[in-house]
């Protein structure tokens, strides 16, 4: 039986814009109120969609969420029209009106955590969507999330669903992006690594001074319950305070995992020894690469500038490792110079290729924000909805699509033309379509 791991990548919406609304993100706060293409981010996000399916890896797309959200802002008092609503709204409370206008579902590490079967209690693929309750903007995705997700993964004898968490800070969840499983083989049982940035009961314990830590150990548990993992297969971390402070707002900003190695940055965790040494543990003695990068290499700061660690690291159809970095990485010195060396060191790592996704890096999210993770085994795969898996056809038929509804340019301004909404639902009405997930949207439910 073949198992493999397939990236479901975030489709950019058409309201991609730079708002300004993640504090602690450096690279939003640096854009706010730049001019987004929406149509560029699409197409770059297609582009890396369509070479990874290319290189012979299952490949599949998540839908965007319906922008501006109308919905949310009728249930926080606006009324009239809907574009009496975009109107009020952007006049009386800008800031609620653009958090309701941001395309962030894009990065769909965000969108759940996910246990592979080999893990869970029942053998089946659990999915929990994130709650994402430390930003107001993202709190609006998980209900829609938990539907595309239904549409995508519908067979109820291979997938289990689960409603997302408490929406309370006490249970911040920012989803895969601070969730990462090694293992031998991604049909054997794995050990998933939980990385919080905090402890939300227990104010005693280190937590970051400056910017916001969005997921809670209360969280990571209550996941690894849902899911029925077996505690020798769940690690939880926390992540270094101080490199939180420094604008490391997702773990997945400063390592990232595959397979049988773990690509971290020396100061990205707290109390690393003991962690690294309960991973191995658990992961027993079959071979385990850790691979650390130092201070000296690579800066923090620099680290959080290229997205060194929101690369993706994958398993090519010849058993050799790739990394999929963004081209901040390639223009950045010392990180072009670790990577060329890295590929010639003992490591499965043999490749880098680099992608343009700078719409989506100004807002801080690299190659890696723009994939969820699902490992499957044949049958499971044979199980998800077929529309949804990357191949020429869809590439072609989204690529239209993309070139069809979006628009060239977008300023924060023009999230308040009426016409931006219309647009947005008749492109997502005519996707749904060639998704075929369903009815999942709001517009389409009443
Ligand atoms: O949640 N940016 C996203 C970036 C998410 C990156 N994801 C991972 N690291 N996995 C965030 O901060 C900015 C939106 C704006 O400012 O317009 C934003 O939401």
């Given amino acids: 039986?073949?198992?493999?791991?397939?990236?479901?990548?975030?489709?950019?919406?058409?309201?991609?814009?730079?708002?300004?609304?993640?504090?602690?993100?450096?690279?939003?706060?640096?854009?706010?109120?730049?001019?987004?293409?929406?149509?560029?981010?699409?197409?770059?996000?297609?582009?890396?969609?369509?070479?990874?399916?290319?290189?012979?890896?299952?490949?599949?797309?998540?839908?965007?969420?319906?922008?501006?959200?109308i919905h949310m802002?009728?249930?926080?008092?606006?009324?009239?029209?809907?574009?009496?609503?975009?109107?009020?709204?952007?006049?009386?409370?800008?800031?609620?009106?653009?958090?309701?206008?941001?395309?962030?579902?894009?990065?769909?590490?965000?969108a759940a955590t996910v246990s592979p079967s080999a893990d869970t209690a029942d053998g089946k693929v659990h999915f929990t969507p994130a709650n994402l309750t430390n930003k107001f903007h993202r709190s609006l995705e998980p209900e829609v999330t938990g539907r595309i997700l239904q549409g995508t993964f519908s067979d109820s004898k291979h997938f289990a669903h689960h409603k997302h968490l408490p929406d309370n800070e006490?249970?911040?969840?920012?989803?895969?992006?601070?969730?990462?499983?090694?293992?031998?083989?991604?049909?054997?049982?794995?050990?998933?690594?939980?990385?919080?940035?905090?402890?939300?009961?227990?104010?005693?314990?280190?937590?970051?001074?400056?910017?916001?830590?969005?997921?809670?150990?209360?969280?990571?548990?209550?996941?690894?319950?849902?899911?029925?993992?077996?505690?020798e297969n769940v690690v939880y971390m926390q992540q270094n305070p101080a490199v939180i402070d420094q604008g490391v707002f997702h773990n997945d900003v400063i390592s990232v995992g595959n397979q049988n190695v773990l690509f971290y940055h020396e100061q990205a965790f707290f109390d690393t020894e003991a962690k690294l040494q309960e991973i191995q543990e658990k992961f027993g003695d079959r071979l385990l690469h850790f691979i650390k990068v130092s201070t000296e290499a690579v800066s923090v700061q620099e680290a959080v500038r290229t997205y060194l660690f929101n690369t993706q690291i994958i398993t090519l159809p010849n058993g050799e490792m790739a990394i999929i970095a963004p081209t901040e990485c390639e223009e950045s010195e010392s990180v072009s110079r670790y990577l060329s060396e890295l590929v010639t060191l003992d490591t499965p790592i043999k490749k880098v290729h680099y992608f343009d996704v700078k719409q989506s890096?100004?807002?801080?999210?690299?190659?890696?924000?723009?994939?969820?993770?699902?490992?499957?085994?044949?049958?499971?795969?044979?199980?998800?909805?077929?529309?949804?898996?990357?191949?020429?056809?869809?590439?072609?038929?989204?690529?239209?699509?993309?070139?069809?509804?979006?628009?060239?340019?977008?300023?924060?301004?023009?999230?308040?033309?009426?016409?931006?909404?219309?647009?947005?639902?008749?492109?997502?009405?005519?996707?749904t379509q060639i998704l075929k997930i369903g009815s999942v949207y709001p517009f389409q439910r009443v």
């Avoid at 104010?203 to 077996?230: D, M, V």
């Fill in 1 to 69: 039986m073949k198992n493999r791991e397939v990236n479901f990548d975030g489709l950019v919406g058409p309201t991609h814009n730079y708002a300004g609304l993640s504090f602690g993100n450096v690279a939003s706060l640096n854009n706010a109120n730049a001019k987004s293409s929406p149509k560029q981010a699409a197409l770059q996000g297609l582009g890396k969609m369509k070479a990874l399916a290319d290189m012979g890896m299952a490949q599949g797309v998540l839908a965007p969420q319906e922008r501006p959200d």
């Fill in 73 to 110: 802002l009728r249930r926080l008092g606006f009324s009239g029209s809907d574009a009496d609503v975009l109107k009020a709204a952007a006049e009386k409370a800008p800031e609620v009106h653009l958090a309701c206008c941001s395309a962030s579902s894009m990065w769909t590490a965000n």
């Fill in 170 to 231: 006490h249970f911040g969840d920012e989803g895969a992006a601070n969730h990462t499983r090694l293992c031998h083989d991604y049909g054997q049982e794995g050990v998933e690594l939980f990385v919080y940035g905090r402890h939300a009961f227990d104010q005693s314990k280190p937590a970051p001074t400056k910017y916001p830590a969005r997921q809670t150990f209360e969280a990571c548990q209550a996941i690894a319950r849902l899911h029925g993992l077996s505690d």
């Fill in 361 to 431: 890096m100004r807002n801080g999210g690299g190659p890696a924000c723009l994939r969820l993770r699902v490992a499957l085994t044949e049958q499971e795969l044979d199980a998800v909805n077929p529309n949804t898996l990357m191949n020429d056809t869809l590439y072609a038929k989204l690529t239209n699509w993309v070139n069809k509804h979006y628009r060239e340019e977008l300023s924060v301004a023009d999230l308040s033309d009426p016409t931006l909404l219309i647009e947005s639902r008749t492109a997502l009405d005519e996707l």
